[in-house]
T-cell receptor, first 113, second 109 residues
């Protein structure tokens, strides 16, 4: 158990809908990272927040957005969902935004029908 | 971000050592070498990281070539639980993890 929690574990929705994925980092961790893992693209970095502020952006679509709240939990919002958005979404956390170990959550499996 | 090259898959026998290679010929002086693994149906898990010197921890050893253009992750005694996809990643100080395809390790009893 990494100490990072993600909810929900599974999510099934229809095309065009909007969903919110939630991540609670390890106690005291200030950085939160979001990743998408699909069969064809592998694990891709989406976005990083550090202490409430966006720190880095990866391959995140404009339909997707994220935020980190004062209590340090983070939400990833996915809108106008398409079939290709079906994937595992992982959240990871670190105490700071340096180069060391990231702790990954168990992921949320999103299925878009 | 600098790229890494790993074999798609490797096989090992239980209780034998495993050497997982990684080439990173375009590595820069400030790139750290990270290894993560992903067990089936789980999130990635940190294994080890290093910059120039060889590193050991309870999970594995990391051997880094003198020119830093390659590295090897060493599992000293493979167990069935070590079957996973192993990712070798280069990361700048303050940078983010850019995963490649990784090496799928199978462990035979």
């Amino acid at each position: 158990d990494s100490g990072v929690t993600q909810t929900p574990k599974h999510l099934i929705t229809a095309t065009g809908q909007r969903v919110t994925l939630r991540c609670s980092p390890r106690s005291g961790d200030l950085s939160v990272y979001w990743y998408q893992q699909s069969l064809d693209q592998g694990l891709q970095f989406l976005i990083q927040y550090y202490n409430g502020e966006e720190r880095a952006k990866g391959n995140i679509l404009e339909r997707f957005s994220a935020q980190q709240f004062p209590d340090l939990h983070s939400e990833l919002n996915l809108s106008s969902l398409e079939l290709g958005d079906s994937a595992l979404y992982f959240c990871a956390s670190r105490h700071d935004d340096g180069a060391g170990e990231q702790f990954f959550g168990p992921g949320t499996r999103l299925t878009v029908l | 971000d600098a790229k890494t090259t790993q074999p798609n898959s490797m096989e090992s026998n239980e209780e034998e050592p495993v050497h997982l290679p990684c080439n990173h010929s375009t590595i820069s002086g400030t790139d750290y070498i990270h290894w993560y693994r992903q067990l089936p149906s789980q999130g990635p898990e940190y294994v080890i990281h290093g910059l120039t010197s060889n590193v050991n921890n309870r999970m594995a050893s990391l051997a880094i070539a003198e020119d830093r253009k390659s590295s090897t992750l060493i599992l000293h005694r493979a167990t069935l639980r070590d079957a996973a996809v192993y990712y070798c990643i280069l990361r700048d100080e303050g940078g983010n993890l850019i995963f490649g395809k990784g090496t799928k390790l199978s462990v035979k009893p």
